[in-house]
Nanobody, 123 residues
Framework: QVQLVESGGGLVEVGGSLRLSCVAS????????MGWYRQNPGGERDAVAV???????KYADSVQGRFTISKDSAKNTVYLQMDNLKREDTAVYYC?????????????????WGPGTQVTVSS
């Protein structure tokens, strides 16, 4: 009943910028966590930037000072501003949210993932 859709990926040069967006839709009552993850060379998903309902944020060391996560809670949307991009930032970026939603009158909290958006950084 909850769908996440990412947008904003693309091809940029080293040192360039991109802004990713992810919007959640469905019978949403609350979102505890919104975050961005990317796949490492071994195929595992690593957290890039995460924010929770308190407003606290956490970044991977590799993106600290270059990426900024933000959200528009009223629109169930999370953003990732990526500046000074490096070749090693190339990856598929996935949006994840921990959402409480209405399943036919019953509230349940579950993890949801978007399908991913490709970011490619080249010279």
């Amino acid at each position: 009943q909850v769908q996440l859709v990412e947008s904003g990926g693309g091809l940029v040069e080293v040192g360039g910028s991109l802004r990713l967006s992810c919007v959640a839709s469905g019978s949403i009552r609350d979102i505890y966590l919104m975050g961005w993850y990317r796949q490492n060379p071994g195929g595992e998903r690593d957290a890039v930037a995460v924010t929770i309902s308190s407003g606290a944020t956490k970044y991977a060391d590799s993106v600290q000072g270059r990426f900024t996560i933000s959200k528009d809670s009223a629109k169930n949307t999370v953003y990732l501003q990526m500046d000074n991009l490096k070749r090693e930032d190339t990856a598929v970026y996935y949006c994840k949210m921990i959402v409480t939603a209405d399943y036919g009158g019953s509230l349940r909290r579950s993890d949801y993932w978007g399908p991913g958006t490709q970011v490619t950084v080249s010279s």
